[in-house]
């Protein structure tokens, strides 16, 4: 049974996909999407999400994952997922595939502040594993150049209040936390997924991203995808979004029947009925 049938009733939000007016689907020129519980399920892609990433990009629409997973870690998708481009790290750094298979890298920040703020997140990093009791850096911690992460639900389960105190240690320390559905992210810099989504818009396609906002949909499922649950008009949470409406100040616009990569690709099948596959 889907978990959305457990989600609460609103008049504006977390409406069925078949309340999504055709006009608006049928004008836009792409799609943004987390990555964790959003195209994955335990950790990997599901089949489905990756042939609806396929659809999209064949019907002309852009295709640019967000996420707080690492450079590291996002690397070997960039050139084997169907996307424009992967911004790992919360919208820090951009991975942007080529024809030889090669991958370039694009950085917010420049590399002398990105030298000085590893060094202070480290610090960080070893006081929160000292002090907090069960926390533990992320598994793909290696990876990171530009945040830190804890783990919370990948591999290690820890409780709402433990996640309460991670969450202020690293504000404490002056950095931005966020929480996704499987870790804690900490960084410095101005950097979150919205920024990111502005700045590779400008980057790849020298557009303002906020002059076309209502051509953008958004696809995710937890915390710290509400800022672009608020920002977009097109947003949409897979159904597991369900488990961190209780957190949400700012919930999606839509809401799929199924969980993770199924209900990715019910978003893209919603976008891809309404156009023509040649347009």
Request: glycine share 8%.
């Given at each position: 049974m889907?978990?959305?049938?457990s989600?609460?009733?609103?008049p504006?939000?977390?409406?069925?996909?078949a309340?999504?007016?055709?006009?608006?689907?049928?004008?836009?020129?792409?799609?943004?999407?987390?990555?964790?519980?959003?195209?994955?399920?335990?950790g990997?892609?599901t089949?489905?999400?990756l042939?609806a990433?396929?659809?999209l990009?064949?019907a002309?629409?852009?295709?640019?994952?967000i996420t707080?997973?690492?450079?590291?870690?996002?690397?070997?998708?960039v050139?084997?997922w169907?996307v424009?481009?992967?911004v790992?790290?919360n919208?820090?750094?951009?991975?942007?595939p080529?024809?030889?298979?090669?991958?370039?890298?694009?950085?917010?920040?420049?590399?002398p502040?990105r030298?000085?703020?590893?060094?202070?997140?480290?610090?960080?990093?070893a006081?929160?594993?000292?002090?907090?009791?069960?926390a533990?850096?992320a598994t793909d911690?290696p990876?990171?150049e530009?945040?830190?992460?804890?783990d919370?639900?990948?591999?290690?389960?820890?409780s709402?209040q433990?996640?309460a105190?991670?969450?202020?240690l690293?504000?404490?320390?002056?950095?931005h936390?966020?929480?996704?559905s499987i870790?804690i992210?900490g960084w410095?810099?101005?950097?979150?997924?919205?920024?990111?989504?502005?700045?590779?818009?400008?980057?790849?396609w020298g557009?303002?991203?906020?002059y076309e906002?209502d051509?953008?949909?958004y696809?995710?499922?937890?915390t710290?995808?509400?800022?672009?649950?608020?920002?977009?008009?097109?947003?949409?949470?897979?159904?597991?979004?369900?488990?961190?409406?209780p957190?949400?100040?700012?919930?999606?616009?839509?809401?799929t029947?199924?969980?993770?990569?199924?209900g990715?690709?019910e978003?893209?099948?919603?976008?891809l009925?309404?156009?023509?596959?040649?347009r």
């Amino acid at each position: 049974m889907s978990s959305s049938s457990s989600l609460p009733p609103s008049p504006t939000h977390l409406l069925p996909l078949a309340r999504w007016p055709a006009p608006a689907r049928r004008a836009l020129v792409g799609v943004f999407t987390d990555i964790d519980d959003t195209l994955t399920s335990e950790g990997a892609i599901t089949a489905d999400a990756l042939q609806a990433l396929g659809d999209l990009k064949a019907a002309g629409l852009a295709i640019v994952a967000i996420t707080g997973r690492p450079v590291g870690w996002s690397l070997p998708f960039v050139n084997t997922w169907p996307v424009d481009a992967i911004v790992a790290e919360n919208g820090a750094v951009a991975l942007l595939p080529s024809a030889d298979g090669r991958v370039e890298k694009r950085y917010q920040q420049d590399a002398p502040t990105r030298a000085a703020n590893f060094a202070r997140m480290q610090a960080v990093l070893a006081r929160i594993e000292q002090e907090i009791p069960g926390a533990q850096r992320a598994t793909d911690s290696p990876g990171r150049e530009t945040d830190i992460a804890i783990d919370h639900s990948e591999f290690v389960q820890l409780s709402e209040q433990t996640i309460a105190q991670v969450v202020a240690l690293m504000r404490g320390e002056g950095m931005h936390a966020t929480v996704s559905s499987i870790h804690i992210n900490g960084w410095y810099g101005d950097n979150d997924k919205l920024e990111g989504a502005r700045w590779i818009v400008r980057e790849l396609w020298g557009r303002t991203l906020d002059y076309e906002l209502d051509r953008w949909a958004y696809v995710g499922d937890s915390t710290n995808d509400q800022l672009m649950f608020r920002t977009f008009a097109s947003s949409i949470g897979v159904a597991n979004v369900a488990r961190f409406v209780p957190q949400l100040e700012h919930l999606p616009r839509y809401v799929t029947e199924g969980e993770r990569g199924t209900g990715f690709a019910e978003a893209a099948r919603a976008i891809l009925s309404v156009r023509s596959a040649t347009r």
